[in-house]
């Protein structure tokens, strides 16, 4: 909140790519531009993939908004790194996998932020077709959607995150960014935001 990566408004709702209304928007790029907070969080996810699924062969970003703080993440453990694209390449190689990665070898996957889980889990799968063991995904922050947790536990995916959307909404509230009358209002869209703002 203090860079204005998560925005908060009420009153006119953001459209995200997918048509969802939505009264909060997270661009977590922006944490790039801020060196101690691009650091911080860099060393959380070196701290949590250690601690959650110990030393993997490789760190894997989620193209694009993760591949930036896959990078710095994969510098820090001193691992090789390589990016999943969203599709395959139409042209060249073809690939979906950028970067040098060989059957078997373990994968954490780093991701910046998970909404309904589609795209992430479309990295997780491509990595499995590539025959990679892919010991879980790493995030900055997820919404939390039920969508989302039943994707991730359909393939058998464990997902941690640095931040969540209740986390957000108890330090917004208590920092006087939203007001506790706001809280019932925002949880209702959580629950529902495919149906929220029509």
């Not at 908060?8 to 048509?19: C, E, H, I, V, Y």
């Not at 947790?149 to 986390?167: G, H, I, M």
Request: charged letters at 20%.
């Amino acid at each position: 909140m203090q860079i204005k990566a998560i925005k908060l408004n009420l009153q006119k709702p953001f459209t995200w790519a997918s048509g969802w209304k939505s009264p909060i928007y997270c661009d977590n790029r922006k944490t790039l531009s801020y060196p101690k907070i691009r650091t911080f969080i860099r060393q959380q996810f070196a701290a949590v993939i250690q601690e959650e699924f110990g030393m993997p062969d490789v760190i894997a970003g989620v193209a694009t908004g993760a591949i930036a703080q896959g990078v710095l993440v994969a510098q820090d453990l001193g691992l090789p790194f390589v990016y999943v694209r969203s599709e395959a390449k139409d042209h060249g190689l073809t690939n979906m996998i950028e970067g040098v990665i060989e059957k078997g070898q373990s994968v954490v996957v780093v991701e910046d932020l998970v909404s309904t889980g589609s795209s992430s889990l479309k990295a997780v799968q491509a990595l499995r077709e590539a025959g990679c063991d892919v010991k879980g995904m790493v995030a900055i922050f997820t919404y939390g959607f039920p969508v989302a947790e039943e994707a991730f536990a359909k393939a058998k995916c464990k997902l941690v995150t640095l931040s969540d959307y209740n986390s957000l909404l108890q330090h917004a509230c208590e920092s006087n960014f939203i007001k506790e009358s706001d809280l019932a209002y925002l949880a209702e869209w959580r629950e529902a935001p495919e149906k929220w703002g029509k």
